[in-house]
């Protein structure tokens, strides 16, 4: 921005993480201004945040929304210009005026705004992980060949990034780094038994312990399908084999990840469950701003818990692991089948312990290979969300 401030452009900006950026933004307005902001069909929500933060661009994927977006700003007298389609995201995510760009659409449908804010040398703050596991080569390429400026949001690689060196180039792992340990909180259903995880309902699925989060991530904590897609961000973003990361779980949500050096060293990034923090880090980056954060109470919090995975109880982790281990198109295909999955289970068209057996089958029957360009990654999606709606057809739903 000329006049010195950061312009922020926040594409997923009605969802959990893009109303916490705003509130992060909220606090220092000195500092940031929100040039644009873009989701998919929420136009209400669009039209209060973009009157409130006075911002010249608003995208809707939804073109008929955007519609509805433009009379209710015309109505208010904002000067606010209005962009439809899907076209529509990666444009605000390359303006000229945009320093930063926060990707938290959910799912797939981030992809192609995230590689916009990438290819247009953007610092790229990455909440939008499912974009990094369906193309993570070709997203790592494009970061090093534009100059962009990739930072974590996801609080675990957050917390990793913070635990290692400064100068740590993206995808390329730090001399001296052994070990990335991820933790989980583990979910709601960490200690529920395996007979009555079919019988568990959206609702329940969706309330996590520690965290509010959208629908989807929410019922991916309670798979372990998130720390699975954690998992290969984690490989890609740090530049680390499958072998050397693991995960671990945390009940507390308190110790967001740690990092281990040969030398014996382990390094944690602790705080309060609250994805203000890493996206205050990520905005700021390499100062430090306030967060609205409450300070952590480790006294009151007593003890801090850790304990390994069951991947009998939740195989997504399993899945998700393996699909590391294979890399190329395998991520897609798992992340593809994942959301086509996840989404029955939201509508009650499967049940919850179906979900990793929709990806199971959809996994024995899709090859891999490497990809070369973003048409493999898009192709590879295809055929599995065609794959999965296959799979989840015949299915009753306490079967
Ligand atoms: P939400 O479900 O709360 O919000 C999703 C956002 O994406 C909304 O703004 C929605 O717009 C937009 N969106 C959905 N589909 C499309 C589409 N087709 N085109 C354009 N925009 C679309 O999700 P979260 O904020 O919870 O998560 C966002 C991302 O951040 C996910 O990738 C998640 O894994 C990641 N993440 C989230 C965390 C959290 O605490 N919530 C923590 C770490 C990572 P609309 O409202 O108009 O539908």
Redesign the pocket.
């Known amino acids: 921005m000329s006049d010195g401030r950061t312009g922020v452009a926040i594409?997923?900006?009605?969802?959990?993480?893009?109303e916490?950026t705003l509130d992060v933004i909220a606090r220092h307005p000195d500092r940031f201004h929100v040039v644009a902001l873009?989701?998919?069909?929420?136009a209400e929500?669009?039209a209060a945040q973009a009157l409130r933060f006075k911002v010249p661009y608003a995208a809707?994927?939804?073109v008929a929304?955007a519609r509805r977006l433009e009379d209710q700003l015309r109505a208010r007298g904002a000067q606010t210009r209005v962009l439809a389609g899907?076209g529509a995201?990666e444009e605000i995510a390359a303006l000229p005026e945009v320093d930063t760009v926060m990707a938290?659409?959910?799912?797939a449908?981030?992809l192609r705004s995230t590689l916009a804010a990438a290819q247009a040398g953007k610092r790229l703050l990455l909440?939008?992980?499912?974009s990094l596991v369906m193309a993570g080569p070709l997203l790592m390429q494009m970061v090093r060949s534009a100059g962009a400026m990739l930072l974590p949001?996801?609080?675990e690689h957050n917390a990793v990034f913070q635990c290692l060196p400064r100068d740590a180039a993206p995808g390329v792992a730090p001399p001296g780094v052994k070990r990335i340990l991820l933790t989980a909180s583990g979910g709601p259903f960490l200690d529920t038994d395996r007979a009555r995880l079919a019988h568990v309902t959206p609702e329940e699925a969706c309330a996590h312990p520690n965290?509010?989060?959208?629908?989807?991530?929410s019922v991916?904590s309670a798979t372990l399908m998130?720390k699975g897609?954690e998992f290969i961000e984690a490989c890609l973003l740090f530049g680390v084999p499958p072998e050397r990361v693991e995960v671990l779980i945390h009940r507390e949500s308190i110790v967001h990840s740690l990092v281990e050096y040969v030398d014996g060293s382990v390094l944690a990034q602790l705080g309060a469950p609250d994805?203000r923090t890493p996206i205050a880090h990520a905005l700021a980056w390499p100062e430090r701003v306030s967060s609205g954060v409450q300070s952590l109470d480790l006294i009151k919090i007593g003890s801090l818990r850790f304990e390994a995975p069951d991947v009998r109880r939740f195989p997504a982790l399993g899945l998700a692991q393996e699909a590391a281990r294979e890399g190329g198109l395998r991520p897609a295909s798992l992340n593809a089948a994942n959301e086509v999955a996840v989404a029955a289970f939201l509508e009650g068209g499967l049940n919850f312990a179906q979900i990793p057996s929709v990806i199971e089958s959809v996994m024995a029957t899709t090859s891999g290979g490497e990809i070369r360009d973003l048409d493999d990654v898009l192709a590879a999606d295809a055929e599995a969300r065609a794959r999965a709606a296959f799979y989840i057809r015949p299915r009753a739903l306490h079967a």
């Open positions: 594409l997923g900006s009605t969802g959990s993480v893009g916490n873009g989701a998919h069909r929420n929500k669009l809707l994927a939804d929304a899907n995201l938290a659409i959910v799912g449908a981030g909440a939008n992980k499912e949001i996801d609080s965290w509010v989060m959208g629908r989807k991530i991916d998130n897609l994805m």
